[in-house]
């Protein structure tokens, strides 16, 4: 073998292990630090390579300006309504001690275009969603830039970081590639069934819209809510559920085809998976190496600690020996290639 080919086949290896050994940072971003709190819905997931994604921002992430944000070269958005969306915006002090927690929290409004279209313009993201929810964004972004919005890409990959918004759809079965340098490795985005509702509230509509569906009680047809499965390039594979209840595809396609290590499971009950619901989906249909719950839909701890007889006590208390991670507002939290939490988490467990 020539010096040459050695030489790069050690940098091969060297790269392998290296991806291997590099963690994903998981960072909530709720409406108190050190909390997980009755609004929370949005994490910022940061790829060893350096790609910054934003989940379901809502309403617990300050605009574009939040200073929590950092880059974010991609949006995504499971479904369109409001605490998905964001109707308004934060504008309370996470980390005031004092902050609130519950639904009472300190907001401004973002109608008629919305939280993550702030967001997304603000940062020149690449919004990845539904094709219906991919044309109503590139309008509202477009409304707030005064410029058009262009697509993402006409291929798998998206190259970040952009100079300039865009918006692209995913469809199921399909896959699109974020990647600091075109050709280099970056974070695998696709999309699953979410059984939920996807109706858009009349009020980031403009006129005649707005009345017609006021005057008839109805919402706006979004097309399908959406999860997603990110796969990241140290290997991680992530289950976003979005809102949703157990389907037959969290076992057949989801665990089967791809295998996700950690999962991040909405747990509210009423409008979305109840916590022993998303308990049984998790251990029976999924089975990954840890879980985070979602979207609690109350005031989950106290202190950073879960707080006793919550939806969320009850989800982690089912879990058997599965480490179950509440995601606190600023808490970082570091995942290597299988779902272990390596730093930034106090696991919860309930002990068999």
């Known amino acids: 073998m020539k010096r040459s080919q050695r030489v790069l086949v050690v940098l091969f290896v060297s790269s392998l292990v290296w991806a291997k ?19 929370d819905r949005a994490l910022l997931f940061e790829d060893p390579t350096g790609v910054r994604i934003l989940y379901d921002a809502g309403r617990t992430v300050a605009g574009s300006e939040d200073s929590r944000l950092g880059d974010v070269h991609v949006v995504l958005l499971t ?14 002090d996470p980390n005031d001690p004092n902050a609130s927690c519950g639904g009472d929290l300190i907001t401004s409004p973002t109608v008629p275009y919305s939280n993550v279209a702030e967001i997304a313009a603000g940062k020149n993201s690449a919004v990845l969603v ?23 890409s006409a291929g798998n990959e998206v190259v970040v970081p952009r100079s300039e918004p865009c918006s692209s759809n995913i469809g199921f079965g399909a896959k699109r590639t974020v990647t600091m340098q075109s050709g280099t490795p970056g974070v695998q985005i696709t999309v699953v069934h979410a059984d939920h509702g996807n109706g858009l509230d009349p009020s980031f509509l403009i006129e005649p819209e707005r009345t ?18 990110l796969t990241f390039s140290n290997g991680l594979t992530v289950y976003l559920t979005g809102d949703t209840g157990q389907t037959s595809d969290m076992a057949t396609i989801t665990r089967d085809y791809y295998a996700p290590k950690l999962v991040v499971f909405n747990i509210g009950d009423i409008f979305t998976t109840g916590p022993e619901e998303a308990a049984f989906a998790v251990t029976a249909l999924l089975g990954p190496n840890a879980v985070i719950p979602e979207h609690a839909n109350e005031i989950a701890t106290e202190n950073g600690r879960v707080r006793d007889g919550t939806k969320t006590a009850r989800f982690i208390g089912m879990l058997g020996r599965l480490p179950a991670y509440p ?26």
């Open 212 to 229: 017609n569906l006021l005057s008839n009680g109805l919402l706006a047809p979004m097309g399908p809510a959406l999860g997603y499965v």
């Open 130 to 152: 539904s094709a219906d929810v991919s044309t109503f964004m590139m309008n509202k972004i477009a409304s707030l830039r005064g410029v058009p919005t262009p697509s993402c």
């Open 327 to 352: 995601p606190l507002s600023g808490r970082t939290m570091q995942f290597d290639s299988d779902g272990n939490c390596v730093g930034g988490c106090g696991a919860v467990r309930k002990r068999r």
């Open 79 to 92: 479904h369109v309504h409001t605490d998905h969306l964001g109707d308004v915006k934060l504008a309370q």
């Open 21 to 39: 050994s590099s963690v994903v940072a998981i960072t909530p971003l709720g409406a108190r630090t050190g909390d997980f709190c009755q609004v």
